[in-house]
């Protein structure tokens, strides 16, 4: 299990409940490197700005992410973490590799709006 404090999701089938359950979520798929870290922090502080969105986090390694590792928008993506974004259950971004505060809220505001 990864050590942060957002929501675990361990297999596929807690995923796609996940997504059907919270209109807009935001998933990380990572390792506790130092690509995944930050993006993980962001997320975490995000939190209670972005109560409109469900954050999660999912063990890159975990046969079960082959989920998010395997959906076609990750194909071809090389850098860890894969963070994969939804809303109403329809994989609306996916991005890999370390991001920023600013990359990270703009797509939010993109795909879900800014917060209230």
């Known amino acids: ?17 996940f997504i059907e359950e919270n209109d807009n979520v935001m998933i ?3 390792r506790m490197g130092p690509m995944c870290i930050p993006v993980y922090g962001i997320m975490e502080e995000l939190e209670d700005d972005y109560t409109h969105v469900t954050f999660a986090d999912m063990e890159f390694d975990n046969p079960e992410a082959a989920v998010i590792r395997n959906a076609p928008e990750c194909r071809g993506f090389m850098g860890l973490p894969f963070t994969v ?19 990270v809220t703009a797509i939010l505001n993109e795909q879900f709006g800014e917060p209230k």
């Open 28 to 30: 990380c798929c990572g």
């Open 1 to 17: 299990m990864l050590q942060t404090n957002l929501k675990h999701i361990m297999t596929a089938d807690e995923h796609q409940k």
């Open 85 to 103: 974004y939804y809303k109403n259950g329809k994989l609306v971004k996916a991005t890999s590799s370390i991001q920023s505060m600013d990359q």
